[in-house]
């Protein structure tokens, strides 16, 4: 993945809020799920819009917390590689030649 990339939610995918800071997802085109039991990774699936580029997403993860840990782009890239291999996101297309 590239920093320039745009992740966008796959729209198979339901998204509901348990409580504040958490959510569960639900792929139906694969029946898999996850919980997102944090406010961070929350943030990431909310901003994985197709409008925000990883180095976006980076960026509002690291203003919005405080504290944020040196490895904040390796966790950002690492959740975002689990929701594309689970089929919860894709990438924009950006085909240059």
């Known amino acids: 993945m ?4 745009k992740p966008l939610h796959n729209p198979s995918v339901l998204a509901r809020k348990i409580i504040e800071g958490e ?4 792929n ?17 699936w909310e901003k994985a819009d197709g409008k925000n ?3 976006d997403i980076i960026a509002q ?5 405080h504290d944020v840990p040196d490895t904040v782009a390796n966790d950002v890239f690492d959740l975002l590689n ?7 996101i894709g990438f924009e297309w950006n085909d240059r030649r």
Do not use: C, H, K
């Open 2 to 5: 590239e920093l320039s990339a």
């Open 61 to 65: 993860v690291t203003e919005q917390f």
């Open 82 to 88: 689990l929701l594309a291999l689970d089929g919860f």
């Open 28 to 44: 139906a085109d694969n029946a898999t799920a996850l919980a997102l039991t944090n406010r961070t990774a929350v943030l990431i």
């Open 23 to 26: 959510m569960v997802l639900v």
């Open 53 to 55: 580029s990883i180095q």
